[in-house]
């Protein structure tokens, strides 16, 4: 349990950051003290029954799409989801995705907006059972008066969105989003929000933004097509050795055979240099016998 200090006592029950008045009164110490006096969870009140995964997905598709764009684009966005917001003296509140613009991106466990200096740009509440009625009265009233520019309900069972806007930074009350041709423009997030067969999708202009499934399927097809043309080449170097074994058989068969062609004139040649031998032999056998008959 954090320490709640004597100058700002914490509720438990109802946690709330120090009025912007005292927050101006406070020294650097004690401003720190207090933040981390402010739990990360909230009361049981405050929270949210569980839904489980048709809540979970899209709100975590949202969050890492968002958060892959902005670093891949470069732009210091920072993207979360059900962390303790704490507006000056407000009830603490968590969205399901939150959005700031220009500011550090490293990770938090409260967003404590005197400490922060920067209240949210964006929110993104996704229903799927219940708590209408917080999300599209209660929040459109509050964010509003808080001054978070944009604010978005997707409604996942109905497959419908909605989007409200404050017209200037003096507005205390959301004017709606009117979609364009079922894109509803986030001018925070400089991209656009689309329902799409029946999920929230993320566009850069035309172009749909892929999600982490989308773009595991895409580098499983990817992974599938190099594994298939590493096996087709392997069975390619796989013929063209066995054509050069094949090859190089051949060429020692005709090599053997043109030795075995020039063994074969050798021995032809030594029986006929033998032969010819034994006739001249014979004939001078014959010639001396002749000769000696000659004489007697």
Do not use: C
Not at 19 to 25: D, K, P, R, Y
Not at 96 to 107: K, M, S, Y
Not at 118 to 144: M, S
């Amino acid at each position: 349990m954090n320490r709640a200090p004597a100058l700002w006592p914490v509720d438990p029950d109802d946690p709330r950051a120090p009025t912007a008045e005292i927050w101006e009164q406070l020294t650097p110490e004690q401003r720190r003290e207090i933040v981390d006096s402010l739990p990360s969870e909230f009361p049981l009140d405050e929270a949210a029954p569980p839904e489980g995964d048709p809540h979970w997905h899209p709100v975590t598709r949202a969050r890492t799409t968002l958060d892959r764009w902005f670093r891949r684009a470069g732009r210091r966005v920072y993207v979360s989801g059900n962390l303790a917001v704490y507006y000056p003296g407000e009830r603490v509140f968590s969205p399901d995705v939150i959005a700031v613009v220009d500011v550090e991106t490293h990770e938090r466990d409260r967003w404590v907006v005197s400490d922060e200096g920067k209240g949210l740009d964006f929110a993104l509440e996704v229903i799927v059972r219940g708590r209408r009625r917080k999300d599209l009265q209660r929040n459109v009233e509050w964010f509003a008066r808080l001054g978070i520019p944009e604010y978005f309900v997707y409604d996942r069972k109905r497959g419908s969105l909605r989007g409200f806007r404050l017209a200037s930074s003096a507005a205390k009350a959301y004017e709606p989003v009117i979609p364009q041709r079922g894109h509803y423009a986030s001018r925070v997030l400089g991209l656009d929000l689309v329902i799409e067969g029946g999920r929230l999708r993320f566009y850069a202009g035309e172009a749909a933004i892929p999600d982490t499934d989308e773009l595991l399927d895409k580098l499983g097809a990817l992974v599938d097509a190099a594994e298939q043309r590493a096996h087709e080449l392997e069975m390619r170097l796989d013929e063209e050795a066995r054509a050069r074994e094949e090859e190089a058989r051949a060429r020692e068969e005709e090599a053997r055979a043109r030795e075995e062609e020039a063994r074969a004139r050798e021995e032809e040649a030594r029986a006929r240099e033998k032969a010819e031998r034994q006739l001249a032999e014979v004939m001078a056998e014959l010639e001396r016998l002749r000769r000696e008959r000659g004489g007697d």
